[in-house]
């Protein structure tokens, strides 16, 4: 095997200096042979068989060496990292030193590592209380409340919209004559008792008829996410398609009945039973995040690599900006509601990835020290409970499933839970 020597460098970076024997590269110039002789042959050799001597007289060793050094490079740093159990992260910068046909090949790789910790926290100065979930009636109150607005009744009628109806319109919105983008449309659907989009459309549609039509100017609102809208007054036209009066169900057996339970008594416990199981996720949620934040300020890091904290921004960009999207908001109107650059966004992210990172650290250093980890009945026992809620036929799916490499994943989901218990049975009162 190549010699190799490890030193420690400031910022959780690691410099290996490698020396690799002409007899160790063999494998790996033969193998640059084969595929020098295979994209170019030798004239007078099929493709990929002329001998190392023939590629050596007609390509020079020089050349062969040259389409070898990744190979021989990439094996004996992976080979060094696994055996000295370096915990990289990103590739490695690299330096060659010597690179001469027939003597020795050196090369030096510069990586970063991941950050350790030098001081665990003490469990007695980060204690937690949780917190008693109450859920009272006014709370269920309020949800039969928004259950039966959801399945009112709409009852077409010939009148003026009063506050309590339902109006649907053909909408126009333009700004100093030219239309607003997103702003037009048919079939609007305004409910004039609830918050509406612009302020004020709702009241300018009170005592509207069918088939009527108004012109009206409103202002947006000045934090409005289309920057060159926000504060501006737009001229609105709006035809009525129809007037619906909304009619509300009774909260009685007969709803119920309707959701799925045999009573209104049954549907209030239903609904305070959900509603302590959320507030309780809640509870849970807050605690945990305030355990963690505790931990992780009480421990000693080792310096945190500037890659790390990029790449954990850039995933973090990376979820916002899908949300974003999965809301239907254009990412650059986004950016634009909130007055920030993508280079603003970097930085005020930098925090919550270093927090991140930290707890990240903290959990695996913690699953070493204390041998926490899931058994592999229970990885076994999870992945089959995975693979029970993927179709039959989805064998793409099923496949990766099975693969080991998702099975590691499983088993770092399932560790992390189980270090998050164990805190919690230190931590938490």
Not at 94 to 101: A, F, K, S, T, Y
Not at 367 to 379: C, H, L
């Amino acid at each position: 095997m190549a010699t190799h020597t490890i030193t420690k460098l400031p910022k959780s970076e690691v410099k290996i200096e490698f020396e690799v024997t002409w007899d160790e590269a063999k494998p790996y110039l033969n193998e640059a042979v084969r595929d020098l002789t295979q994209s170019k042959p030798i004239p007078g050799f099929r493709p990929g068989k002329a001998s190392y001597e023939d590629a050596k007289r007609h390509y020079g060793e020089m050349k062969i060496l040259e389409t070898a050094i990744e190979r021989i490079i990439r094996s004996t740093y992976v080979k060094t990292v696994l055996a000295e159990q370096l915990e990289t992260i990103g590739a490695p910068s690299i330096e060659v030193g010597q690179l001469v046909p027939g003597q020795v090949i050196k090369f030096t790789t510069t990586s970063s590592l991941l950050p350790g910790i030098t001081t665990f926290p003490d469990f007695a100065k980060c204690a937690v209380k949780t917190k008693k979930v109450a859920v009272g009636d006014e709370q269920v109150n309020q949800a039969i409340e928004e259950m039966r607005r959801m399945r009112r009744a709409e009852a077409l009628v010939d009148r003026p919209a009063t506050n309590d109806d339902l109006v649907i319109i053909d909408l126009e919105m333009k700004n100093e004559g030219v239309s607003v983008e997103g702003g037009s449309g048919q079939d609007f659907r305004v409910y004039l008792s609830e918050p509406q989009y612009i302020p004020g459309l709702a009241k300018e549609l009170e005592g509207i008829k069918a088939n009527e039509e108004r012109r009206f100017k409103l202002p947006f609102p000045a934090d409005h996410f289309q920057k060159q809208l926000a504060g501006k007054e737009i001229d609105f036209y709006a035809k009525a398609k129809g007037i619906y009066a909304l009619t509300l169900p009774e909260a009685d057996d007969h709803f119920a009945k309707g959701v799925g339970l045999e009573s209104i008594k049954l549907l209030h416990e239903k609904l305070a039973e959900n509603l302590h199981s959320e507030e309780e996720a809640k509870v849970k949620e807050a605690v945990e995040i305030e355990m963690l934040e505790k931990l992780t300020d009480a421990t000693a890091y080792s310096e945190i690599p500037e890659i790390l904290v990029n790449e954990e921004v850039r995933r973090m960009i990376h979820e916002l900006q899908h949300g974003v999207e999965e809301q239907g908001m254009k990412w650059p109107d986004y950016l634009s509601s909130i007055k920030k650059t993508p280079d603003d966004l970097k930085l005020d992210f930098i925090p919550q990835a270093l927090r991140r990172i930290k707890t990240a650290v903290l959990i695996k250093e913690l699953a070493k020290k204390e041998n926490i980890k899931p058994t592999d009945e229970e990885i076994d026992a999870e992945v089959d409970r995975i693979l029970t809620q993927v179709p039959p036929k989805d064998s793409e799916t099923r496949e990766r499933v099975s693969s080991p490499d998702y099975r590691d994943y499983v088993a770092s989901l399932m560790r992390n839970r189980k270090v998050l218990e164990w805190l919690k049975q230190q931590c938490v009162s």
